[in-house]
């Protein structure tokens, strides 16, 4: 089979060998990846206490976004005063096992690993629609060895009125990042057909440099009908870093990501003012297609390595040659980057960080709730296998590939 008909196989049929919950697990070597029991315990739990009534209101009510009224709050054994208490979400508001987004009068100490975190406004994320719960966990830990996410992270157990809702995450918000950490002055969240979902502010920034800002984001979409080539991608690098934003696309296409158009964060970088981006929400991995537009994307996109063109830009630059090519160079960044160690690494400590949580019946029972039902080690372990067995095949393909490119 000669690389070029390997490649249009690799496109069209990818992850074929991804095991489902009936199919046997990859066999592998101890050497190559070791899923055992490290000694890890639950890091973090988050406990608190409302009416019977507050609380059949949120797991019966689909699709809207409450407020939760707090008898008490205790996290990590700390008993805190919360601001503000909602459900949050899209799609996961339609589970019992609700998201929550937390606004607490002082901070609340997170742990993971041996980072700790003081957050006094986080999400908690239910992970209702994320495979054996592991999917963000893997994507963010890839992003952090590329260079591509810095929000805090950490599962946790949350419960409610003395009982278990199940697994959770903890995750800083991406507003908090930019604007107090990175002293941001502006963060844009992009919707579809490149428009702006939300913007949050500095308070300490003038208005006329928001608005500056804010149309930043639309010089960025005027200058696709304006230039081509390089003087296409020096006129979006003074609105964007294009580096960081292809490395973020090569990432979502070396592992599949089905929706990503609508889930990334524009924040103004005050060290370069202008765009750098926050990528968010990674259950939906390891696709065989885009949710949007797959026969179009498809038809588009042809041999070209790239996942999906939902979004004006993301077009743009498999269109353009001059952009292709640099994006092909930050893809080769991603491999290099994301070596065959890394991978192992982040499987290893992926299995090692659910493996307490699995061993409890109360939380892993409340999987039950969830898109996918029945969570157990086995599968955790056979599923963790497989998706890494596949990566790094499809790793040392594109290394071959792009090196075959350049030759």
Same mark, same amino acid.
């Given at each position: 089979?000669?690389?070029?008909?390997?490649?249009?196989?690799?496109?069209?049929?990818?992850?074929?060998?991804?095991?489902?919950?009936?199919?046997?697990?990859?066999?592998? %070597?101890?050497?190559?990846?070791?899923? $055992?029991?490290?000694?890890?315990?639950?890091? %973090? #739990?988050? !406990?608190?206490?409302?009416?019977?009534?507050?609380? /059949?209101?949120?797991?019966?009510? $689909?699709?809207?976004?409450?407020?939760?009224?707090?008898? #008490?709050?205790?996290?990590?054994?700390?008993?805190?005063?919360?601001?503000?208490?909602?459900?949050?979400?899209?799609?996961?508001?339609?589970?019992?096992?609700?998201?929550?987004?937390?606004?607490?009068?002082?901070?609340?100490?997170?742990? *993971?690993?041996?980072?700790?975190?003081?957050?006094?406004?986080?999400? =908690?994320?239910?992970? !209702?629609?994320?495979?054996?719960?592991?999917?963000?966990?893997? =994507?963010?830990?890839?992003?952090?060895?590329?260079?591509?996410? *810095?929000?805090?992270? !950490?599962?946790?157990?949350?419960?409610?009125?003395?009982?278990? @809702?199940?697994?959770?995450?903890?995750? @800083?918000?991406?507003?908090?990042?930019?604007?107090?950490?990175?002293?941001?002055?502006? &963060? &844009?969240?992009?919707?579809?057909?490149?428009?702006?979902? %939300?913007?949050?502010?500095?308070?300490?920034? @003038?208005?006329? /440099?928001?608005?500056?800002?804010?149309?930043?984001?639309?010089?960025?979409?005027?200058?696709?009908?304006?230039?081509?080539?390089?003087?296409?991608?020096?006129?979006?690098?003074?609105?964007?870093?294009?580096?960081?934003?292809?490395?973020?696309? =090569?990432?979502?296409?070396?592992?599949?990501?089905?929706?990503?158009?609508?889930?990334?964060?524009?924040? +103004?970088?005050?060290?370069?003012? /202008?765009?750098?981006?926050?990528?968010?929400?990674?259950?939906?991995?390891?696709?065989?297609?885009? *949710?949007?537009?797959?026969?179009?994307?498809?038809?588009? &996109?042809?041999? /070209?390595?790239?996942?999906?063109?939902?979004?004006?830009?993301?077009?743009? +630059?498999?269109?353009?040659?001059?952009?292709?090519?640099?994006?092909? +160079?930050?893809?080769?960044?991603?491999?290099?980057?994301?070596?065959?160690?890394?991978?192992?690494?982040?499987?290893?400590?992926?299995?090692?960080?659910?493996?307490?949580?699995?061993?409890?019946?109360? +939380?892993?029972?409340?999987?039950?709730?969830?898109?996918?039902?029945?969570?157990?080690?086995?599968?955790?372990?056979?599923?963790?296998?497989?998706?890494?067995?596949?990566?790094?095949?499809?790793? !040392?393909?594109?290394?071959?590939?792009?090196?075959?490119?350049?030759?």
């Amino acid at each position: 089979m000669n690389l070029n008909f390997k490649f249009f196989f690799f496109l069209l049929f990818p992850f074929l060998v991804i095991s489902n919950s009936n199919s046997q697990p990859v066999q592998f %070597n101890d050497d190559k990846l070791n899923l $055992t029991d490290l000694g890890k315990k639950i890091e %973090n #739990s988050v !406990s608190f206490n409302t009416t019977l009534y507050n609380y /059949k209101r949120i797991r019966d009510t $689909t699709g809207q976004k409450i407020r939760v009224k707090a008898i #008490s709050l205790i996290i990590n054994g700390k008993t805190l005063d919360p601001e503000e208490m909602n459900t949050r979400g899209q799609s996961s508001l339609y589970y019992k096992r609700k998201s929550y987004s937390f606004s607490l009068k002082s901070e609340a100490l997170f742990r *993971h690993g041996e980072r700790t975190e003081s957050l006094k406004k986080f999400y =908690a994320i239910s992970l !209702s629609m994320d495979k054996n719960y592991s999917r963000n966990r893997l =994507a963010f830990e890839m992003m952090e060895a590329a260079q591509l996410f *810095h929000l805090f992270y !950490s599962f946790c157990e949350l419960r409610i009125n003395g009982q278990s @809702e199940g697994i959770y995450m903890v995750i @800083e918000r991406p507003e908090d990042w930019a604007i107090k950490k990175k002293d941001s002055p502006l &963060i &844009i969240r992009r919707g579809y057909n490149n428009t702006i979902k %939300n913007i949050k502010t500095n308070n300490n920034i @003038e208005r006329g /440099k928001a608005k500056k800002y804010k149309g930043y984001f639309g010089q960025i979409y005027r200058s696709l009908n304006k230039y081509e080539g390089e003087k296409l991608y020096r006129t979006l690098s003074n609105w964007l870093d294009m580096d960081v934003y292809m490395k973020w696309l =090569a990432f979502n296409f070396f592992v599949r990501n089905s929706d990503y158009t609508d889930e990334v964060y524009f924040f +103004i970088d005050p060290g370069t003012s /202008k765009f750098s981006i926050i990528p968010w929400d990674y259950d939906d991995l390891f696709a065989v297609a885009p *949710h949007e537009g797959n026969i179009e994307s498809r038809k588009f &996109i042809g041999d /070209k390595l790239f996942f999906s063109i939902e979004d004006r830009l993301d077009k743009k +630059i498999v269109a353009d040659p001059y952009l292709y090519k640099i994006y092909l +160079i930050q893809l080769k960044e991603l491999m290099d980057q994301l070596s065959n160690d890394v991978l192992k690494r982040v499987f290893e400590n992926t299995y090692a960080e659910l493996y307490p949580y699995y061993l409890d019946n109360d +939380i892993i029972s409340k999987s039950r709730y969830d898109l996918y039902k029945d969570a157990n080690l086995k599968d955790l372990k056979s599923d963790l296998l497989s998706v890494y067995e596949n990566l790094i095949i499809y790793r !040392s393909f594109y290394l071959k590939y792009l090196e075959s490119k350049n030759n």
